[in-house]
Each structure stands twice: as C-alpha cells, then as structure tokens.
C-alpha cells in the first residue's frame, strides 16, 4: 500500500481545542481525562489566566480539576 499523503510535523502540531462534552463523556468512560492545558484554552499566553479558564471549566462541569508540578498537565476527575 503506497502512502499518498504524507504528514509532516506543520500537520501534526496543530491542536484543535477540547470541547467540554468531549471531557465529560472521557471522564465517565475511563474515569478521568488529561491534557496540556494550553491544547485546552487556546488564545493566552498568561498562565494563572490559563489555569483559572480550566478551573471554570472544570467547576461549571461539575468536575474536579488536578495539575501537574509546573501546571502544563491537566487532569479532570469526577
């Protein structure tokens, strides 16, 4: 089977934003949903800006919301 199109890395970095339903559904699936938190709020560059949007996120969803040491790692939990 030959490849036709063929992905570089210009294709492959581009992260579409999460919508919070996908969160959710992740969430009673498996049990819990992590991300870069950047991949989830796309437009600041302000990281306690960054941080406080997920936390919204997360309360209004009613889930609960973990970080890693240097915040760039999510965690949703129920």
Known sequence: M????????LN???????HISK????????GFYSAYCDELIQGTDNKEVLISEIRHMASKALLR?????????????D
């Open 65 to 77: 919301v973990t970080f890693n040491a240097d915040k760039t790692i999510c965690i949703f939990e």
């Open 2 to 9: 030959l490849i036709k199109n063929t992905k570089t890395s």
């Open 23 to 30: 969160i959710i559904e992740e969430v009673k699936e498996h």
């Open 12 to 18: 492959l970095n581009h992260a579409e934003p999460v």
